[in-house]
């Protein structure tokens, strides 16, 4: 198969965020130098550089802010990063300097509310980036993105580079982008005609689920394909028999991700609804969160329930081995109207990961989410439909005590993740489709 070589712009490779998880395990076994990064330097930071060595930075020679948002934020030259030694890039910020102390806590804020941050700044081609991508040369174009700025600008590359390309929706934000504030109508409708241009112009459509090609169809007139975070089944080989916990009374939940908008209230009512439920004196529930986002402030309510422990995010390849020490492992979507818009169409990340683990699922998630129709329709993990303490009771015990019951949901889960996400099927479409759509639209144009 030919590899034509590609530009990712939106996302860079990690081992800690859903979309650069997905990345990572979609281009895997891509030719290292056949693939090249363009990215903010927010999200280069503690990029892996496993995949690809080929990074630039977009700073002030492309991202400029309009006067006075100027002088507050925090200015990045523009650039190749030169790689190191080490397995990850290091972006040198100050998170405790004024400047961004003001621009993170007021100055962000109060233009999220006002709509002004779809205005404040853009982003352009500059002569030195120009220069990157002709000595780069791409063939074909890979989008994640989620914000009006760079919906803009990757318009204006596409445009410049005439190569075809692919934008992959990782969730709904084209309906969360700008929610509040006073001129909410006018952002939202220009951020709709803004993304439909977008879609006008790439090549491929691909979302994070089924559901989400569905809703997409019908919203964009789109054909969106769906390629969900694939894995490595190697890696899960020895852990997919489920076995009763041996008689005693001590049982742990697990939550491994980030926790923002989509899940932080449903995790606090789990905990609380743990904490406070009657299980009973004969089994103690201990429920561990492990998570990049662990030392958040905004997870202070979480600390103070005592069978909860909020842990530092473990390294990727250490995460099959971690599902190993829990009983039931936890995927928690928010209640809320904002929490849903954001996540109904979305797959954590992870599910197909805990699908692989042999250990229970546990979906706390509204039924009308993707996560909830694929597990329940599946019939491979027990999901819960609303906030209820006492459905989180039934939902805990059942897992715990009924061996034949999680007998057959593990052994549907690791059966359909083996169908649906076996990692060397899944890249291997994937690569197929970017070399076959590059492939086919460069021999149209070379026979015009």
Not at 273 to 294: V, W
Request: glycine share 4%.
């Amino acid at each position: 198969m030919d590899h034509p070589r590609v530009l990712i712009f939106g996302q860079t490779f990690n081992n800690f965020s859903g979309g650069g998880i997905t990345l990572s395990n979609l281009f895997k076994g891509w030719p290292k130098d056949r693939l090249a990064v363009l990215s903010y330097p927010f999200m280069l930071h503690e990029s892996s550089t496993a995949l690809c060595n080929n990074f630039y930075q977009l700073g002030s020679e492309e991202l400029t802010w309009k006067y006075p948002f100027s002088l507050i934020k925090q200015k990045f030259s523009s650039g190749e990063i030169e790689i190191c030694e080490t397995d990850t890039i290091s972006v040198l910020r100050d998170t405790r300097n004024l400047k961004n102390l003001v621009s993170s806590n007021l100055l962000n804020p109060a233009l999220r509310f006002t709509g002004l941050i779809h205005c404040v700044s853009s982003l352009k081609l500059s002569i030195r980036l120009k220069k990157w991508l002709y000595t780069f040369d791409p063939a074909f174009f890979y989008i994640q993105i989620s914000n009006l700025e760079s919906i803009l600008f990757a318009q204006e590359i596409i445009d410049f580079l005439k190569i075809p390309s692919a934008i992959h929706m990782m969730d709904d934000w084209p309906s969360t982008l700008s929610s509040r504030g006073f001129s909410q109508k006018f952002w939202q409708k220009t951020i709709d005609k803004e993304f439909r241009k977008l879609l006008d112009k790439v090549t491929i459509h691909l979302s994070i689920s089924d559901v989400m090609s569905e809703e997409y169809l019908a919203r964009y007139g789109k054909v969106f394909k769906a390629f969900h975070n694939p894995v490595d089944i190697s890696v899960y080989k020895n852990h997919k028999v489920y076995c009763r916990p041996n008689v005693r009374t001590k049982f742990s939940i697990l939550y491994i991700g980030r926790v923002g908008v989509a899940n932080r209230k449903s995790l606090l009512f789990f905990a609380k609804a743990i904490e406070n439920g009657c299980l009973g004196s004969s089994k103690n529930i201990e429920f561990e969160i492990y998570s990049k986002d662990y030392e958040d402030e905004k997870l202070k309510s979480l600390r103070e329930y005592n069978n909860v422990k909020l842990n530092p995010a473990v390294s990727h390849d250490d995460i099959p081995e971690l599902f190993q020490h829990f009983d039931i492992l936890l995927l928690p979507l928010d209640f809320s109207k904002k929490g849903l818009r954001f996540a109904r169409f979305s797959m954590p990340t992870k599910a197909s990961e805990y699908m692989m683990s042999g250990k229970p699922i546990l979906i706390f998630a509204p039924g009308e989410t993707a996560v909830s129709k694929f597990f329940s329709n599946n019939h491979c993990g027990y999901c819960i439909d609303e906030e209820n303490g006492s459905m989180i009771d039934l939902a805990v015990k059942t897992l715990l005590d009924d061996s034949e019951y999680v007998r057959t949901i593990t052994g549907n889960a690791y059966k359909i993740a083996l169908e649906k996400f076996d990692g060397e099927k899944v890249r291997s479409e994937f690569h197929t489709l970017i070399s076959q759509t590059t492939s086919t639209i460069m021999n149209n144009s070379s026979g015009k």
